[in-house]
T-cell receptor, first 111, second 115 residues
């Protein structure tokens, strides 16, 4: 089993749609969770951290379910510029600072 | 946040040669890492670059193939040795400016093609 699993997609949605991505992780001791965005041929960039109580940043909402070891990202009112790959990221075992990346979910927002 | 400069941005190398990638961070950081991203795949951690000591390699990666240096808190190099076409990939430097469980920042990546 992969340490971090995501549905690779692609998700093809029209502008204005709401889309949700899910991610599961295997290490129950993980403490830090993130969503990164990666545009084609670019480096990953932090989209948002994921907190236990859930958090929102504009059109983006992240949720964490520790009991199910599950993370989600909800994007409302999709824009063309949201087209990218979204990477679910979890800190690795131990306090080493290592990050473990899911394979990413590709989103294509169409006009 | 941290600004990370990575170079070269791309290179085409002959089989059997080596490529050294440099990573410079604009502030002192606690941790630096090297990742590989093969075409269509996510990021795989190669190693943690430790300041003043040998890097810590992940399973499947060895020092002879991927020697790493980190002479100070703001600079690291990754060498990909004895290149083969299977080494064609994007290599990314990453840094964490604070304690272990914060987010990481990335360099722009080095796109390596081995011919």
């Amino acid at each position: 089993r992969k340490e971090v699993e995501q549905d690779p997609g692609p998700f093809n949605v029209p502008e204005g749609a709401t889309v949700a991505f899910n991610c599961t992780y295997s290490n129950s001791a993980s403490q830090s969770f993130f969503w990164y965005r990666q545009d084609c041929r670019k480096e990953p960039k932090l989209l948002m951290s994921v907190y236990s109580s859930g958090n929102e940043d504009g059109r983006f909402t992240a949720q964490l379910n520790r009991a199910s070891q599950y993370i989600s990202l909800l994007i409302r009112d999709s824009k063309l510029s949201d087209s990218a790959t979204y990477l679910c990221v979890v800190n690795g075992k131990g306090n080493t600072g290592k990050l473990i990346f899911g394979q990413g979910t590709t989103l294509q927002v169409k006009p | 946040s941290a600004v990370i400069s990575q170079k070269p941005s791309r290179d085409i190398c002959q089989r059997g040669t080596s490529l050294t990638i440099q990573c410079q961070v604009d502030s002192q950081v606690t941790m630096m890492f090297w990742y590989r991203q093969q075409p269509g795949q996510s990021l795989t951690l190669i190693a943690t670059a430790n300041q003043g000591s040998e890097a810590t390699y992940e399973s499947g990666f060895v020092i002879d193939k991927f020697p790493i240096s980190r002479p100070n808190l703001t600079f690291s190099t990754l060498t990909v040795s004895n290149l083969s076409p299977e080494d064609s990939s994007i290599y990314l430097c990453s840094a964490k400016p604070r304690h272990a469980n914060t987010e990481a920042f990335f360099g722009q990546g080095t796109r390596l093609t081995v011919v």
